[in-house]
């Protein structure tokens, strides 16, 4: 791709970006969110057309209308959010678009043939079980499958690792180094460092639209990296002093939720948040992660157990009882729970805090007090934005997270949950949110994140307890954690001996 | 104030633009109905504001479209979609009429505000309905007020059919006994039907504008509408909120009716009004704010308050009005329709702060970042 420009209104998305990806290799294209990532790889694929520059593939230029023609010039995108059909099988979910031209299906060939393609691939997916019963790493294979089957050689995976557990990342780097020693190409988007050095060859940085450059990724440096795509130095490893843990504030015993269908979904036999301390939940996705956090925000209240704070009974509480005793929540979804988008920031400052006499007085709000106390909080917390006034929307993930964060602490709480508090954010905003976590513990709060991140929970965690089905099926010092055996606990396989990562 | 698309001022000037377009479109059909456009407006413009008259019957038209505007718009705030402002208008109505006729024996000073509390009430309890039934059991409430609207029809029919024997109610007439004169909202304007529920009408829709904007209550009703996630984190309780505001939206246009039943009218007719639909399209135009409401309110009562002249002067068909109308309707909603483009929006989006990373990760600026379409299959 040459000088690749492409504007939208008030925008320009792609600013001049050179990207020279050789036939064979993994090529990382390593960049902030917004950086341009996606709408590059959305021109390659033929979803828009570049207002300026050349396209070329194989020396060839060319000129995709549609992403029909980008698949027929050997192009496979493999998306963050799958394109799958949950109710189709994988063999009918592979076909579908390439069903051949008899118009009754053959369903034992088409599934034959997925089976063939999968195996020589090593791609262990059983062609007849249906999609939607299949593990996040199991659905991306078939989407890789799908993309092979339509005769790819050329394969384009965006955030490919954003859901995937550990191990799955693993088998997945398997995989890719597989189709690589094929001869085919990998284009592998990201934003995470460890990714790129752990399975590209060379790696193209993008910044603002613009290409910063493109270093051999085993004679470049993480630090270089980062520096490249935030534009300025950056503290990589979090500056944490040791851990100095008071008293035990929060005390939840045999905490336990049963879903709709009378499953149990949480089942915790003793949590504990202490003074000082940074608790780390890691676990896979949909293991009670949002029922815990539910309950300790008072959101929902558990079908059996007991939860005090500071010696005090809290359950019974609602969400409004749980701030009232301390605890303070940064929510894992900022555009669904955390802030309204549509209301401007002062308003967004409200937010939680309606009962308390310094917002409102005798039911009215009181907007100049919250509009000081916004602008304040925006320069303390380094909020970019025009003013109190500009509405949420406008702003980009990481200040809109900030601006929770900035809420959040403003209450002066005991206890802060921070649940997956630097999703989607870049590395200049996780700095950030991580220093004021250490900085919140270090004020004498108990501190508990919860994030899917291994890494970040490792970084970060005083405590580490590990999640799955519900339960808490294992407990470490944050110094003593091992991430592969945090991995096979997260998996559900604590029996299985432990496996090198990385 | 900065311009950006789904602020107040944007807004504004949106729905003026769509007012003008509407009229010029509405100019083309009357030239293909083979009649001047111009003599048409002239003499519209000229019966619903030339005279004293004609100023005080565009505001008799404005008044309930103002008050069952804010209560579809206070509904909408909430996230409810009001359909309902027929029946709790025209329950409200004959509630007004039923106190009004009813001799007690009672002064002015306490009948009159008894008949239109009445109204309210009735109003109220035919807008908490389908607001609690939405929050104990998410019963739509487009469904459950639609058949509160039928209900509401049928109940006053039956009403005034067989129970004439304890209510004051006149089969004959198709409608209540008149309202006497002591429930009689007040002529405010010598020799006009410009009467004091016009007043009511202004006023309800300044405090339900300061309810909305500058109350913990009205916080709260936003909050509800517009994130439902974000109100629960908040410990903002979502079903009682939503309940809360119907029944104010209920009481609103409860008030709407008492206005045509003890101004107006001084009796309430079997036969619903309608009113309570055209008020849907006043809140809509209105964009869901009282003070655009009472804008569009005004404007919906213009045209109908001209709308005799206009026939009578320039031989256009006073249906017309209703033709226009409904490009009012289409034009503000191919402007809302515009508001959501990227393109349109990215007109007034304000520059990115320095160093921060615009496009949000959940592709609000959908032009950027986001995921791609699927392939095409």
């Known amino acids: ?502 | 104030m900065t311009i950006r698309p789904g602020s107040a001022i944007v807004n504004a000037v949106g729905s003026v633009v769509a007012v003008l377009v509407a009229l010029l479109i509405g100019a083309v059909v009357i030239v293909i109905s083979g009649q001047d456009p111009w003599e048409a407006y002239r003499s519209l413009a000229e019966g619903a504001l030339g005279s004293r008259r004609g100023r005080a019957e565009t505001l008799v038209y404005a008044a309930p479209l103002i008050l069952g505007g804010v209560a579809f718009a206070v509904a909408a705030r909430a996230g409810m979609f009001n359909i309902g402002v027929e029946g709790q208008l025209v329950i409200g109505g004959f509630a007004a009429a039923l106190v009004g006729a009813t001799d007690w024996g009672l002064p002015s000073a306490i009948h009159i505000p008894l008949a239109v509390f009445a109204a309210a009430i009735a109003g109220g309890v035919w807008g908490f309905i389908p607001g609690v039934l939405k929050a104990a059991t998410g019963a739509h409430e487009v469904i459950t007020t639609i058949m509160l609207n039928y209900l509401a029809f049928r109940l006053i029919a039956y009403s005034i059919q067989k129970r004439s024997d304890w209510l004051p109610v006149d089969d004959s007439v198709q409608g209540t006994e008149r309202v006497l004169d002591t429930a009689r909202l007040p002529i405010i304007l010598d020799a006009t039907r410009l009467h004091a529920g016009v007043v009511i009408a202004f006023v309800a829709a300044f405090a339900i504008w300061f309810v909305l904007f500058h109350t913990t209550f009205g916080y709260k009703v936003r909050t509800v509408g517009l994130s439902e996630g974000a109100a629960r984190y908040g410990g903002i309780r979502w079903g009682l909120t939503i309940a809360i505001a119907m029944a104010l939206a209920g009481a609103l246009a409860g008030l709407a009716g008492a206005g045509e039943s003890l101004g107006l009218h001084g009796r309430h007719s079997a036969v619903p009004p309608g009113l309570g639909f055209t008020a849907i399209a006043v809140g809509l135009v209105g964009r869901n704010h009282p003070i655009g409401v009472i804008f569009s309110g005004l404007l919906f009562g213009f045209l109908s308050a001209g709308a005799l002249t206009m026939q009578a002067e320039a031989d256009v068909s006073r249906d017309i009005v209703l033709v226009l109308q409904g490009l009012v309707i289409l034009a503000v909603a191919a402007f809302e329709a515009m508001n959501r483009l990227p393109w349109f929006r990215a007109l007034g989006t304000p520059k990115t702060p320095p160093g921060g990373d615009r496009a949000s990760d959940t592709g609000m600026s959908p032009e950027i970042e986001s995921r791609p379409a699927p392939p095409a299959i």
């Open chain 1, 1 to 502: 791709m040459r000088d690749v420009v492409k504007r939208f209104p008030g925008v320009i998305a792609n600013d001049g970006v050179n990207l020279a990806v050789q036939a064979g290799e993994i090529h990382a294209l390593l960049g902030e969110n917004g950086a341009g990532k996606s709408t590059l790889m959305n021109l390659l694929f033929g979803l828009y057309n570049p207002d300026e520059g050349e396209i070329l593939i194989n020396g060839a230029s060319v000129h995709f209308h549609n992403t029909r023609q980008a698949v027929a010039a050997g192009l496979g995108m493999v998306h963050q959010h799958f394109m799958l059909i949950p109710r189709f099988t994988v063999a009918e979910n592979v076909i579908l678009g390439n069903e051949g031209p008899d118009s009754i299906l053959d369903r034992e060939a088409a599934s034959r043939r997925v089976a063939e393609l999968a195996a020589s691939y090593g791609l262990n997916v059983d062609p007849d079980a249906t999609v939607g019963d299949l593990p996040v790493g199991m659905r991306q294979r078939v989407e890789i499958l799908r993309a092979l089957y339509q005769g790819s050689r050329i394969l384009i995976l965006d955030e490919p690792t954003a859901l995937l557990t550990p191990q799955e990342v693993d088998d997945l780097y398997i995989i890719l180094r597989r189709l690589r020693a094929d001869g085919g190409t990998i284009i592998f988007i990201t934003h995470k460092l460890r990714e790129v050095a752990n399975v590209s060859d060379r790696v193209t940085v993008i910044r603002r639209g613009k290409t910063i450059g493109t270093r051999v990724t085993s004679e470049t440096t993480s630090q270089e990296l980062a520096e490249l795509m935030v534009g300025r130095e950056v503290l990589l490893r979090v500056d944490r002093p040791p851990a100095n843990p008071g008293e035990t504030i929060l005390d939840g015993q045999n905490l336990g939720c049963t879903g709709a269908h009378h499953q149990e979904t949480l089942n915790i036999a003793s949590i504990q948040l202490r003074r000082g301390e940074i608790l780390g939940v890691c676990g896979v996705e949909g293991n009670g992660q949002s029922e815990l956090i539910e309950v300790l925000s008072g959101l929902r209240k558990p079908d059996s157990g007991t939860l005090t704070i500071k010696g005090q009974d809290v359950l019974g509480a609602d969400a409004t009882g749980f701030r009232r005793a301390g605890v303070s929540y940064i929510p894992e979804d900022r555009h669904g729970r955390g802030l309204v988008l549509d209301f401007p920031l002062w308003e967004n400052a409200l937010l939680g805090n309606t009962e308390r006499p310094e917002f409102t007085r005798h039911g009215w709000i009181r907007s100049g007090w919250i509009r000081e106390l916004t602008s304040s909080l925006m320069s303390t917390f380094d909020v970019r934005a025009p003013s109190a006034s500009t509405p949420a929307r406008s702003l980009s993930g990481g200040n809109q997270q900030k601006l929770i964060i900035a809420r959040e602490l403003q209450r002066n709480p005991d206890i802060l949950l921070a649940i997956q508090p630097t999703r989607g954010l870049d590395v200049g905003a996780i700095e950030f949110m991580h220093r004021s976590l250490v900085k919140t513990r270090d004020a004498g709060k108990a501190v508990l994140l919860l994030s899917f991140d291994l890494d970040e929970i490792m970084d970060l965690s005083d405590r580490i307890v590990v999640l799955s089905e519900g339960r808490i099926v294992g407990e470490f010092e944050g110094s003593t954690a091992d991430r592969a055996q945090l991995g096979l606990l997260m998996g559900g396989r604590p029996g299985e001996p432990a496996m090198a990562a990385d």
